[in-house]
Structure formats: structure tokens, C-alpha cells
């Protein structure tokens, strides 16, 4: 008798709704391979716009919807280090002082997920079944890689997907300066670190962009693409799910980006 | 405030600092020698975190109990024969420091680093007195000769590239050779070292920053790597310290670990080169010493800090490696952030000490990718600190009308997730449409600071929920 499914709910992200949805297909695709059930609750956004912008009363409101929305099910999921680490570690800070509600953001927070740290650190997944037979490099993503401690897991995934190679680009720690509103409020500034980030890019040769935050991707496809250089640019979950028929991102056939 | 600020105009700062070429290329090096270094030093010592632990909490029991520990420390400076200048603002410390000065009939100081003489904007005050304040760290030095602030709390002139250094040396000492080389930094160093010896000789009062300053014994320490502090403090006969209410640690033991992390998070260094300690004046019998020793500790609105959602800022040791690692500070230099404090210590810090009315942008001005937080050698929670100072803002309406009547737009949305997700379902589609051909967006209505710099990739068409919802009916 096999152990009854898993019961995940889909955080999927109001970046990945609103500007890509494959993304969130393909997140669909891989925890149901790996023998969960995936719902998707009604959701809009975790709030973390409103809360770096210093607006406490609208990132309560928020935050409260999504514990509402998401307290039932057995895990969360998200396929973003940035939104998953918000109601990992911010939402139990958001409540603090408040005994009720700061149960209900830990209880949520300890079942909360980003992606692919849930695949390999809680289901204990060690390979893929994806082929992609390019050359691909890894951005470590700010709040995945500092908040949530995720570096080697998405390596580890795609060095079983076949065909794919993996080349480091320098400094894949460094921000790629998109910081939510901050990309655009500070657009010179964001530009400059992105501008280096490209660079950085295409030091490592590879001709594909991977990372597990889709609005780390926006901003560096969007660099990338401004600057005409023909760089693919995907999240990391399509690769692994091998659903990579979809134009990358900023692109409008699959394997051009221009 | 005696020091003026340019924090205000962040934006337009950041402007020139980026079309800046000679800054960007100094700059360009920061990207890799700290942050390297720092990492091997860290790597290569296996407490090294148990260590970042031990260093926040001396500094947080030191907070805790900071009237105890200030006063312990007074009289033992006081049982040495020196003398503690309590001083709430920088008004009061120059004031101190003046009449100190005026009493020996002062003409020449010579000074060792100092970011609390920035804060006090010490200098000016000396020369308008008529006395010659002359700085010794060759970084302060090199800034001294342009007029300007430091750009980095331990590199001060790391936004210079040595073509520059010449050219300021070959204006400023004009009684040496015409035809002697400058090229190399060592030639620099040498030139500045000769310029330097004399001054030391000719000063009437020594003034030295602390990095620490021991309760148990009353010392003050400091950290260098081109032993101008010791010349600068042992040769005069009157040194006097500048320093700060949270520099308070309460023993020599503390004191050990905390610069075992010290040098290791700013340069990678396992230790300065020199750390110099200081009790009181010259003792009977004592070979060498000044005759007056003074302490000037100013609190500057820290001590309205302490226990407050500030307060975790006063354990800073000011080690830079905040600053070394940010993106932010990387891409526009030190200057930037408009007054003595950069980088993201600054970001928390400056609101503070000048008010979040002038400091505004600073907190607001980063991406929060939490580099700083994960190499502070006392693990203060900059980003955090940040954010708060944007709640403040926010609370207050200092955060600009268009952003948060934008902000107002999408959390009435947001909070109406039928309503979002049917405005979102057609909005996406027709975005979708519209961008299908170019995938990209190269301009939009709207996103100026976006798309004026890097394209806007298009959305794929209808939302993932909008799809969701048919899959599932198909299912």
C-alpha cells in the first residue's frame, strides 16, 4: 500500500500569474511527478511589495489572506526564493507580539517551500527525468540563496537533467539589482548593477540563463535583450520539468531570444 | 549638525557618480580584493562564525548595561590620570576639543582616523580657530589635500586611482624635485610618509578616533595599518580621543574577540597591523607618552538609540565589510550617500544621527539582497533596520505621492482577489497580444525607470489562474 499523496497548495507567485504562466505549470508538473497533489488556491500577491515599501496595514491584509487561503493544506509551495522566503520568514516576524496570529504565520512559515528545496530537502528527490542539451548558468537569487539557504539544490537537480552542462558565471551571488519597486524607484542604479550582471553572464559562455526567481529573470532579460545579446533566459522549474517549448523569456521562439 | 549633508539630492548624487569614469574604475576594484580576502580570512578560521556570535553579544550586553559600563569606565580613565569629556552633540565636542587646544596654545594637530572628527566636522572648526589640523592616514591625507570626506569608513580614499593621488601630491608639494617618479603606490606612500614625519615632529596635540574603549581599565584602543596612530598619539603632548558612546566594551577578553572578527571582516586580515592601547597620560618613569590624556564621547542622539528599533545599529565596530559587499555602494561610491556614514551601515545609521527627512533615500536605496546582513561581523539585521526606516516614512508620508498612490492602486486590487484575478485575466491577455510578435516590450507607459534602461519582457497571454481554472474543468 503506498503512502497517501501529499497535499500541496501552489503559492504560484503574482509575477509567474500575471507574466508566465509556464512557469507555474511546469512547478504543477514536477511536485506532481514526485506523487503530490497540487491545488491552487485563489491568490493574488504575499504582500512583499507593500511590506518593503514600509506599509505595515496593507502587508497584514495581505498576509492574512494568504494564511487564510493557504493554512489548510499540507504544504506550501512557491517557485520563487524572494515570495517563499516573505512568508517563511517574514510573515512570523510581521506578527510577532500577536500570540493568535503569530501561531497561524509559524504553523504556515513551517510548511512553506520554496520549489526546489522542497524536491530535494523535504521529498528527497536526487534527479529528473528532463532532457535539455545546452549549456546552462545558475543566478543564485538574493533571497532564496541568503534567506532560505538555497545554492547547491538546483545544481544538484539539473545535473540530472540530460544533456545539460553547467557553467558557473563569477560572482552568481551578486545581485542582480532588480529588488522589487527598487528597479524601478532607483532605475539608474538598478541598471548599473544589472549592467554588470550581464556581464558576468556572458563571461561564463553558456548560452541559457536559469534561476528560481522570476523577477531576478524579468530584470536580467530584460538587460539582456536591451544590450542584444542572444542569451535564452528561463526559470530553473521549466528546465527541470522539461517543459521548454514555451519562448524563453522575452523571446518569441524557443532557442531566440531575439 | 555641523556637517553638511548632500543626502537629500541621493538621486542626482548617484547620477554624477555613475557617468563618473575615473570613480567607476576605482570602484570596478572593489568588486573583488575585500571580498575575497574576507572570505578566505573567514574560511580559514573554523570559529569563525561562533565568533560573529560571541561579538554580537558583548556588544548587546554592553547596550544593555551602557550607563553601568560609561560610568566604570570614567573613573578608571579618570584613576589614570586622564579626563572623560561627556559631550551630547558635536557642538559641545568641538567646543571640548577647542578649548583643550586653546590652553596649550595649540597651533599644529596632527590626526590619526577619525570618523567622529567627520561628524563633528573637526577640521573646520580648528582652522577657523587658526590651528592647523593635518591628518596622517595616508587615505585621510590624500582627502585632506582635495577637500573632501571620506568615501569608505576604513578605506577613506578608495574612490581615487593613484594617477590622481600624483596629480594631488605634484600640486601640494611643490618644494620637492619636479622630475621625481610617482607612479607606483609605494612612491606615493614614501613621498607622503617623508611630507608626514615632519608634521609629527611639529604638533602640539595628537587626536586619535578609538575602536574600542575598555570599562574594566579605562583604555582606548586603536586598530591601524601604517602606525600614524602611534606617532600621532605618543609624540605630542596632548592626546586627545574621539569617540563614540557605543565604542564601550566591558574587558580586555572582550576586546580580543571582538578583533579577531574586526580585521578579518574589513580587510581579511587576521590582525591590523598595529593595535595600540592607551591608559591615561605619560606615568612617572614612563619612557615615552603625552602629558594630558582626554576622552571626548559623543553621544549624537545614540543614546536615544539604545533600546529602541534602532538600537542593534550601535553594535556596529565599523569594519566596512557592509559597504565592501554592497551592490548599491559598488555602483555609485561612498560619496553618494551624501554625509559621513556609506553603504548600507550608513543607510541605517545617517537617519538616525541627521533625521529621515534629509536621509530618506538612503534606506530606500536598496535591493535588499541581505550581503551586508550575512557578512557583519556582529550580525546586525541591516536590511530589517532598512525596512523600518521605510515604515517610519511611510507612516510619517515622506514616501513620494506618485509611489504610494501607486501602491494604493495595486493593494486595492490585491486585496480583492475575484476582482485581481478577472482584471488580471483580460489585462494579461491584451499585454500578451500586443507584445506576442517582439516578446518584449521596449517601452511602456508608466515604466519609464524601468524600460528607459532595459526592456520589459512581454507576458505569456492569459494569467496562470485564467489557465488553471480551464485545465481544471478539462481535468
Redesign the interface.
Known sequence: MTAPARNVALF?T?L???????V??AAVKLVEDAGCRVS?P????C?Q????????A?TR??AL?VMD?FEAYEYVVVPSGSCGGMIKKHYP?LFAGEPDLARRADALAAKTYELVSFLTDVLGIERVDARFERAVTYHDS??GL??LKIQEQPRKLLRTVAGLTIAEMP?S???C??????????????????E?KTQDIAASGAPVLLAGDLGCL??M???L??EGRTIEVRHVAEVLAGMTD??P????TAGAQR | MTVHTTSPQF?QN??EA?HDAPLQKALNNM?TGFIERRALAAAELPEFEALRDSARDIKKHTLQHLDLYLEAYEKKVIEAGGRVHFCRTPAEANAAVLSICKARGARTVTKGKSMISEEMGLNDVLLAEGINPIETDLGEYIIQLRGEIPSHIIAPAVHLNKEQVEADFRRVHTHLPRDRVLTEPTQLLTEARAVLRERFLAADVGITGANFLIAETGTSIIVTNEGNGDLTQTLPKVHIVLASLEKLVPTLEDVSQLLRVLARSATGQDMSVYTTLSTGPRRPGDVDGPEEYHVILLDNGRSAMVGGEFGDMLRCIRCGACMNHC??Y???GGHAYGWVYPGPMGAVLTPSLIGVDKAGHLP????????C??VCPVRIPLP?LM?H???????RHL?PAA?RSG?RL??F???R??L??FA?RIG?AGLGLIG?????F?SLPL????T??????????????A??AKEKRVR
Open positions: 504560484v503574482c509567474v500569474d500575471l507574466f508566465r504562466p509556464s507555474g505549470f491552487v485563489v491568490q493574488t500577491c504582500g511589495p507593500a511590506y518593503n515599501a514600509g506599509d505595515r496593507d491584509d495581505l489572506q487561503a516576524e538574493c533571497s541568503r534567506e560572482r551571488d551578486v545581485c539589482g532588480f529588488g522589487g519597486t527598487f528597479a524601478v524607484k532607483y532605475g539608474e542604479i538598478s541598471n548599473e548593477i544589472v554588470r524579468l530584470n532579460a530584460g538587460k535583450s536591451r514555451a519562448p523569456i522575452g523571446g518569441t | 538621486k548617484a547620477h555613475i568588486r551592490p548599491v559598488h555602483a555609485v530606500n536605496a536598496s535591493t535588499f539582497c541581505g550581503r546582513e550575512a530589517k525596512r526606516w521605510r515604515e517610519r516614512e511611510f507612516a514616501t509611489f501602491l495595486w493593494a486590487f490585491a486585496k482577489p475575484r485581481y484575478r488580471t494579461m506576442k510578435r517582439r516578446g518584449r521596449k515604466a519609464g525607470g524601468w528607459n534602461f532595459r526592456d520589459m519582457p512581454a507576458p505569456q497571454g492569459p494569467t496562470f489562474q489557465r488553471w
